[in-house]
């Protein structure tokens, strides 16, 4: 028998679902304040020290979504007994977002539907035909993981060439993939530069003002990882001056306070006005979201606490010291 | 030597770059009301009658892009002497923005880059999450030339089984392209449904409201076509009522007065409000357009005209009989 806390909001059906697939030895409680002083497993993306010293028998944490967090990665590391798992069911609606992000941001599709909405059929004043052609030209995808080869594989599909970047090459990978430090001579061959990194203090600010500087200025940028990775008001600025031609963002600066999205006030994602750019795609960080991977998610995690529940190794291990 | 009359706005520098491609044996001259006695070749989209009267010697008519008008073919059948070419040249542009309509459209990036540049996060009301997923499921590609083949490329590129149509599929298709009978018994199937046929007499209103009712409730429509092809009434409703789950049109069914885009006054693309829907992604008839291949339809224009001079055989002759 597993005790398992789940601190993590889940919509009433997908918790039926869920307790549905877990074998009779897992047993399950849900939400604050009930705490129970004796579980092994949580399930929660931002615990506080608190709620990972709640229980003396914690031994894994699990983050029910991709990557992990900052915060929660420098906290746990404090607890070498927890073992950090995380569920990376979402890669196919974020490569998809991400290509969709990369065309909008290409074609300009954004501003072009704003205008013929109000019926106005020219091209729009200084887009030049706001368009970028991506086939034949080079995509230079940073993070080669599920994400990244998604993105790669689409990439190829519409003719470009594809470079990859990782920490670590792996032998497997095609010849095209390199070392980060390869980052300053591959920056300026890239149309499209897509980024697809786990956010650890490694990755964090890998792209400034420096490396922007290095795009060509027909690129576009498309970021689905995590927005601190690109330095913020370096993005705006090369964006507000056409320094590259486009970006297409999904994750940001600022965020609304936790479990109030939709909820919230509206919170501006940063603190520069990337709404008044015409060349930018502006997506409220839902690459993740679509409603048939929802049960994946569940699915996913089912399987992580069947497995511990039977004793066999729970897949999806997060390596602490790597950040992924 | 041959004598050229080219009816068809082109910039200054696009001109000069052609007289520069063009062997000294090519004479050209340009505008209206100029039209010398007896030019042998016009390049002209939509010539009149006196038009094709005014020379004798006529006895070629390059429509200089791809497809020929139904007007224009209707009219030159009446010329059995005069030969019918086109300059497909713009293929390459239309097929990626083709994909990014198809993505555009299966993502709502246009409504929800519109709420958040308000700064709301959540979910937009009615949207589910705004997303179907294409991998794994099947793109239905109606008309299998040069933009169709790009599309399909793209498609398989983002993990979708590709299924073509065309009119008389070729020895050397791949397995899945059909004739166009087989329609009904494809459309239930398709998730993504894109439109890259020629306009013809066969093709006007191929899609009715019975065959738009066979596609499913998570289908995404693209038209890079011509309006016609879908009927307008049904489409609109089709839409508006969530029988389809969204479409990513840029070609319509009203456009402003020839040669004044950009300057007329607003023009409505069609009789139904399609501007008042969030499901749907609005281009204004620029799927073809690209600064970087503007370029090309003068080299292709320069190639024919060669041809022509040197007494080869010119390329892209359309067959009257099919319409392109």
Same mark, same amino acid.
């Given at each position: 028998?597993?005790?398992?806390?789940?601190? !993590?909001?889940?919509?009433? $059906?997908?918790?039926?679902?869920?307790?549905?697939?877990?074998?009779?030895?897992?047993?399950?409680?849900?939400?604050?304040?009930?705490?129970?002083?004796?579980?092994?497993?949580?399930?929660?993306?931002?615990?506080?020290?608190?709620?990972?010293?709640?229980?003396?028998?914690?031994?894994?944490?699990?983050?029910?979504?991709?990557?992990?967090?900052?915060?929660?990665?420098?906290?746990?590391?404090?607890?070498?007994?927890?073992?950090?798992? *995380?569920?990376?069911?979402?890669?196919?609606?974020?490569? $998809?977002?991400?290509?969709?992000?990369?065309?909008?941001?290409?074609?300009?599709?954004?501003?072009?539907?704003?205008? !013929?909405?109000?019926?106005?059929?020219?091209?729009?004043?200084?887009?030049?035909?706001?368009?970028?052609?991506?086939?034949?030209?080079?995509?230079?995808?940073?993070?080669?993981?599920?994400?990244?080869?998604?993105?790669?594989?689409?990439?190829?599909?519409?003719?470009?060439?594809?470079?990859?970047?990782?920490?670590?090459?792996?032998?497997?990978?095609?010849?095209?993939?390199?070392?980060?430090?390869?980052?300053?001579?591959?920056?300026?061959?890239?149309?499209?530069?897509?980024?697809?990194?786990?956010?650890?203090?490694?990755?964090?600010?890998?792209?400034?003002?420096?490396?922007?500087?290095?795009?060509?200025?027909?690129?576009?940028?498309?970021?689905?990882?995590?927005?601190?990775?690109?330095?913020?008001?370096?993005?705006?600025?090369?964006?507000?001056?056409?320094?590259? !031609?486009?970006?297409?963002?999904?994750?940001?600066?600022? @965020?609304?306070?936790?479990?109030?999205?939709?909820?919230?006030?509206?919170?501006?994602?940063?603190? !520069?006005?990337?709404?008044?750019?015409?060349?930018?795609?502006?997506?409220?960080?839902?690459?993740?979201?679509?409603?048939?991977?929802?049960?994946?998610?569940?699915?996913?995690?089912?399987?992580?606490?069947?497995?511990?529940?039977?004793?066999?190794?729970?897949? *999806?291990?997060?390596?602490?010291?790597?950040? @992924?």
């Amino acid at each position: 028998m597993i005790k398992v806390h789940l601190q !993590f909001d889940l919509e009433p $059906e997908q918790v039926t679902r869920l307790t549905k697939l877990l074998e009779p030895s897992v047993w399950l409680s849900l939400g604050q304040p009930a705490l129970p002083a004796d579980f092994e497993i949580l399930v929660h993306g931002f615990p506080t020290r608190e709620d990972l010293l709640a229980s003396p028998r914690l031994h894994t944490l699990i983050i029910p979504w991709a990557g992990v967090p900052l915060e929660t990665l420098d906290l746990v590391k404090e607890f070498p007994q927890i073992a950090v798992h *995380n569920l990376p069911y979402n890669s196919g609606p974020t490569a $998809e977002m991400a290509v969709a992000l990369l065309l909008a941001a290409a074609k300009w599709v954004v501003p072009y539907d704003r205008e !013929f909405r109000q019926h106005h059929w020219g091209p729009l004043p200084g887009s030049g035909q706001g368009c970028v052609m991506l086939a034949g030209k080079t995509a230079l995808i940073l993070g080669y993981g599920r994400v990244g080869q998604g993105v790669a594989k689409a990439c190829r599909g519409l003719g470009m060439h594809v470079v990859g970047v990782r920490r670590t090459p792996a032998p497997t990978d095609p010849e095209d993939v390199y070392g980060s430090d390869a980052l300053p001579k591959l920056l300026p061959h890239a149309a499209a530069l897509v980024i697809c990194l786990p956010h650890t203090h490694e990755t964090s600010g890998l792209l400034g003002e420096r490396e922007l500087t290095l795009l060509p200025q027909h690129a576009v940028l498309v970021n689905v990882a995590r927005g601190e990775i690109v330095a913020e008001e370096a993005l705006y600025h090369a964006l507000k001056a056409r320094r590259i !031609f486009s970006a297409g963002i999904d994750v940001w600066y600022r @965020y609304p306070p936790r479990h109030a999205r939709g909820k919230a006030r509206p919170t501006p994602p940063s603190n !520069f006005p990337f709404h008044e750019l015409d060349n930018v795609v502006m997506s409220p960080h839902r690459a993740g979201w679509s409603a048939e991977t929802e049960d994946l998610r569940i699915t996913h995690l089912a399987a992580l606490l069947n497995a511990a529940a039977g004793d066999e190794p729970m897949p *999806n291990r997060v390596d602490l010291s790597r950040g @992924y």
